[in-house]
């Protein structure tokens, strides 16, 4: 069974840059998407940034793009979101997600049918 363990959360100002981290263990991630959505107190789950760990291909939600990166270290089985210039509107708690999908852009859109979930990293923007 895939375990998934998020890290790197924090309070930062307003302009700054976090990395949160999504360390895998159980299992490998080959042939996998991976994930990070978010979750504001009275809004919806979001997804924010998807990879596959095939063939290294990316979904960036509209509002993170140019912003965000999302990237894979298959050695550590671990996936890193990269978060610059980050915004209020930025603050949430950050999940990392996995699952056997088509397209980074089906997990991360759909949000439904994921199996693996972390805990969550709560992430605060403020000044």
């Known amino acids: 069974q895939l375990h998934l363990v998020e890290s790197g959360g924090g309070l930062v100002q307003p302009g700054g840059s976090l990395r949160l981290s999504c360390a895998a263990s159980?299992?490998?991630?080959?042939?996998?998407?991976i994930g990070w959505f978010r979750q504001a107190p009275g809004k919806e789950r979001e997804g924010v940034s998807c990879?596959?760990?095939?063939?290294?291909?990316?979904y960036y939600t509209n509002s993170v793009k140019d912003r965000f990166t999302i990237s894979r270290d298959n050695a550590k089985n671990t996936v890193y979101l990269q978060m610059n210039n980050l915004k209020p509107e930025d603050a949430a708690v950050y999940y990392c997600?996995?699952?056997?999908?088509?397209?980074?852009?089906?997990?991360?859109?759909?949000?439904?049918?994921?199996?693996?979930w972390g805990q969550g990293t709560q992430v605060t923007v403020s000044s």
């Open positions: 159980g299992m490998n991630l080959d042939d996998l998407i």
């Open positions: 997600a996995a699952g056997v999908f088509g397209t980074t852009q089906e997990m991360c859109v759909t949000g439904t049918h994921i199996p693996s």
């Open positions: 990879i596959s760990t095939r063939d290294g291909s990316t």
